[in-house]
């Protein structure tokens, strides 16, 4: 089955510097990735998401980078804001799932810093 | 609100008792999905419905689980004889699932205490 490696577990930014999160995924066949943004005792939020057809894909102020080859995707968050402090989850699939259900990584907590 | 919905969203429980979760998914969507998050970790899957049936289970998902979507619509995830481990933030996702639509959103959860 799939595996997805996530890293940094922990990563602390002043506000308006950039922060990069990168995942690993195993499975060659894995198609879709998502990005989500779980604030303490919320639901997962989806924030953005890349298929394999496209090398990257930009919504403002977050953009996620897509390495078929490598096997690897970022999320690149510009110009952080307070409010961007939240646990940060990578997710692949694909058909080889089946039911494209999820394999997530172990989230990355981002603090920034007023 | 039209997103996914979950009751209770706190359950707790003695050891060795049933509880029963619900979730109802965002009306149109066909695919519902069961995850369960621990303290510190990303969601991991359990089961997944199209539509009425459950086409998937994860081994995660033992004996004592079973999920149901009676009519396609709102699902029930039910824990029989609880134990300490069960202990966990359950999920439930839906998607629309056609024409490639895989994007899944999540209810808040049901966050479950066993004693």
């Known amino acids: 089955g799939e595996n997805v490696e996530q890293h940094p577990s922990t990563l602390s930014v002043q506000e308006g510097d950039s922060a990069v999160i990168k995942c690993t995924y195993s499975?060659?066949?894995?198609?879709?990735f998502p990005w989500y943004k779980q604030e303490l005792g919320k639901r997962p939020q989806l924030i953005i998401d890349i298929r394999s057809n496209v090398g990257e894909k930009k919504d403002q102020r977050i953009a996620v980078t897509l390495n078929k080859t490598a096997k690897h995707f970022s999320l690149h968050i510009t110009e952080t804001q307070p409010e961007d402090s939240a646990v940060y989850f990578c997710?692949?699939?694909?058909?080889?799932?089946?039911?494209?259900?999820?394999?997530f990584g172990k989230g990355t907590k981002l603090s920034v810093i007023p | 609100d039209t997103g996914v919905s979950q009751d209770p969203r706190h359950k707790i429980t003695k050891r060795g008792q049933n509880v029963t979760f619900r979730c109802d998914p965002i009306s149109e969507h066909n695919r519902l999905y069961w995850y369960r998050q621990t303290l510190g970790q990303g969601p991991e899957f359990l089961t997944y419905?199209?539509?009425?049936?459950?086409?998937?289970k994860s081994r995660l998902l033992s004996d004592r689980f079973s999920a149901e979507r009676p009519k396609g619509s709102f699902s029930t995830l039910e824990i029989q004889r609880t134990e300490q481990g069960d202990s966990a933030m359950y999920l439930c996702?839906?998607?629309?699932?056609?024409?490639?639509?895989?994007?899944?959103?999540f209810g808040p959860g049901t966050r479950l205490t066993v004693t």
């Open positions: 997710a692949a699939t694909g058909p080889e799932a089946g039911s494209y259900q999820l394999t």
């Open positions: 419905f199209q539509n009425e049936a459950q086409l998937e």
């Open positions: 499975d060659s066949a894995s198609n879709y």
């Open positions: 996702a839906s998607s629309l699932g056609a024409g490639a639509k895989y994007e899944q959103y």
